[in-house]
Nanobody
Framework: QVQLVESGGGLVQAGGSLRLSCAAS????????MGWYRQAPGKQRELVATITSGNTNYADSVKGRFTISVDNAKNTVYLQMNSLKLEDTAVYYC?????????????WGQGTQVTVSS
């Protein structure tokens, strides 16, 4: 089992920056993949960025603006968001994927609200 606690969301003006944090209840080394997803009102949850064994993947809409990183000592994953746009407004969720034997398990955080204003 993995418990995830996100923080760092808030209200920011367009063009500004925020850094989201996701603290895991167990070592990042024991987690196969971690990622950030977001869900805007009336829309489906979508992938923002993932990191697996140091390899990163980003949605086209955030490439060049967002950076996902890991601090293994703190069991924490970050999402640095720069040049924020109105369309980045959403609830951002952290996800951990653990492969155990034949099973693949997903764990989600509670979400943190990011609101970008004009």
């Amino acid at each position: 089992q993995v418990q995830l606690v996100e923080s760092g969301g808030g209200l920011v003006q367009a063009g500004g920056s925020l850094r989201l944090s996701c603290a895991a209840s167990r070592s990042i080394f024991s987690i196969n993949a971690m990622g950030w997803y977001r869900q805007a009102p009336g829309k489906q949850r979508e992938l923002v960025a993932t990191i697996t064994s140091g390899n990163t993947n980003y949605a086209d809409s955030v490439k060049g603006r967002f950076t996902i990183s890991v601090d293994n000592a703190k069991n924490t994953v970050y999402l640095q968001m720069n040049s924020l746009k109105l369309e980045d407004t959403a609830v951002y969720y952290c996800k951990a994927v653990v492969v155990s034997g034949p099973g693949v398990y997903d764990w989600w955080g509670q979400g943190t609200q990011v609101t970008v204003s004009s």
